[in-house]
């Protein structure tokens, strides 16, 4: 008898090693995909290059361009200083200013990059809704300094903070030590 | 005693009739005084808006998205491979560089966008355009005739009336639109002063831009890639003494309709929630005047929500001759808007 409750234990003892290793994978499966979710929202579609037709892609160019939805233009009425002034490199400007009007028809946030490196952005703003502003802005990547050509990408965002549209401004920053 | 109450009575009387005429004069010198009393100043507030309202681009897009034909294989089929009611540029004449312009329809030149000053001062807009290159692009043309040895491309960024070449380097367009200081107003808001868009404000000034593209009529390696056009626009409130562009346009915001004689229909500017509730043409043939509805015509290709529509070959060829075709919209909200179109 004992030696089979012992049977039977070591049974009930490796069943539960089983579900707690089974129930472990499961988190560890859940976790990666909400991760994997969460970092692609926001990720922009990479743009589309312009098609050149050939024989060898003329059928699906043709099914392309019969499929293309036409979408209406969007605009965006921007409202921003055009010169932002920084004491220092690391300092909050007492200018610069953002705001997303009333008008418009989406959230936005920005980027901005130096004119000439358009791959590390030294500044991304939070959200803006519709009707706010965003001011005492001071830069994510402390500059020298100096007078630097600088171009603010806007995307105007859908409700998942998706982007649906973008558009690019050019501006100055001046950093006066 | 008598006497001399008497004296004094009449001492007294004297005194009281001449006293009342005298006039007491300054000594001749200046006299001072003073008053005082605090002002207050009302205020100030700054009559200077800066707005620009820029063109977007599509996620996933680019700006003036195109596609190139050198071979001209999409004329060369007739456009037997598409959908009826797709429309392309005539045979005489196509470029091989096209724009979706409207609901299936292809065209040399891009739609006309427009960079609009909403601001109470003058604007400098500058309009950078440059190309990001493909893996193996076509070499781009330095005029608006490609080469007829050898594949080259055209792009021209139109900029109110200036057309610039697009090239491997960047190229510069500045133009200064007018501000319309009449549509702002002062007005108290919470308490303070505030200068402001007037309620009623709805024209503007606002500079054109588009895309032409041509091609050269030669064969390329399947492998060949277009380059991309990028797009960046900056403006600063207009210097003083600068001049206003004469190449400006009005801009009056709300709805509008174009119309085409290649049968493209497209309305914008709808409102938010604001919807096309019907849409038909007026039109003369043989004397006779007509009037057709077009939501449900089956000549008609449509996009989901009424905004853009093309008239196919059924109807382009049936209102030839007949001139001045004219198009209404009926929007929700009983907005009703025309454009015409010479056929």
Not at chain 1, 102 to 113: G, H, L, M, Q
Not at chain 2, 268 to 278: D, E, R
Not at chain 2, 300 to 321: E, F, H, I, P, R
Request: aromatic share 8%; proline share 3%.
């Amino acid at each position: 008898m004992s030696k089979k409750a012992g049977e039977q234990g070591m049974a009930t003892e490796e069943k539960n090693k089983k579900i707690v290793i089974f129930g472990a994978v499961l988190i560890v499966v859940i976790l990666v995909a909400i991760i994997i979710f969460l970092f692609s929202r926001g990720r922009e579609d990479e743009p589309k290059r312009n098609v050149v037709v050939t024989k060898d892609n003329i059928e699906e160019v043709a099914d392309d361009m019969m499929n293309q939805d036409y979408i209406e233009p969007g605009y965006y009425s921007t409202s921003m200083s055009t010169t932002w002034h920084f004491a220092t490199g690391d300092a909050i400007s007492e200018d610069a200013y953002v705001a997303n009007v009333e008008e418009n028809t989406n959230d936005i946030y920005f980027d901005v990059f130096l004119a000439d490196d358009e791959n590390k952005p030294i500044l991304k703003s939070p959200v803006l809704p519709r009707g706010s502003e965003l001011n005492n802005i001071a830069l994510d990547v402390q500059l020298s300094a100096g007078t630097y050509d600088c171009v603010m990408v806007y995307h105007l965002v859908d409700e998942e903070q998706n982007t649906i549209s973008t558009l690019r401004v050019g501006f100055t920053i001046i950093v006066e030590k | 005693m008598q006497k001399m109450k008497k004296g004094i009575a009449v001492a007294l009387t004297a005194t009281m009739a001449l006293g009342g005429t005298f006039t007491a004069y300054a000594a001749d010198t200046a006299t001072t005084g003073s008053t005082s009393g605090s002002g207050t100043s009302e205020g100030h507030v700054e009559q200077e808006v800066l707005n620009m309202v820029l063109p977007t681009v599509d996620s996933g897009s680019t700006p003036f998205a195109y596609i190139m034909d050198p071979e001209r294989l999409i004329q060369g089929t007739d456009g037997n491979k598409y959908a009826e009611g797709t429309v392309f540029p005539a045979k005489d004449g196509d470029t091989g560089v096209y724009f979706l312009t409207a609901a299936n329809t292809y065209a040399n030149t891009s739609n006309t966008l427009q960079a609009i000053n909403k601001s109470s001062c003058d604007v400098t807009l500058t309009v950078d355009v440059e190309t990001t290159a493909g893996t193996k692009d076509i070499t781009l043309a330095t005029s608006s005739t490609p080469s007829e040895t050898a594949a080259e491309l055209y792009l021209g960024l139109k900029v109110g009336n200036d057309t610039t070449t697009v090239k491997s380097d960047k190229q510069t367009v500045t133009k200064t639109v007018a501000g319309s200081p009449t549509n702002f107003e002062i007005a108290v808001k919470n308490g303070a002063y505030v200068y402001q868009e007037k309620a009623d404000a709805t024209t503007w000034k606002a500079m054109n831009i588009s895309m032409t593209g041509a091609v050269s009529k030669k064969e390329i390696a399947s492998d060949t890639t277009a380059p991309t056009v990028n797009v960046t626009w900056s403006y600063a409130k207009a210097a003083d003494g600068a001049t206003a562009a004469t190449d400006a346009v009005d801009y009056v915001a709300g709805p509008s309709v174009a119309f085409t004689s290649a049968g493209a229909i497209t309305v914008s500017g709808l409102a938010s929630g604001q919807t096309v509730t019907s849409v038909s043409i007026a039109y003369t043939k043989d004397g006779s005047q007509q009037t057709e509805e077009l939501i449900n015509n089956p000549n008609v290709t449509w996009n989901a929500d009424k905004t853009s529509g093309t008239m196919n070959s059924n109807w382009t060829d049936y209102l030839q001759g007949c001139g001045s075709v004219t198009l209404t919209v009926t929007l929700s909200g009983n907005v009703t808007k025309t454009a015409s179109a010479t056929f």
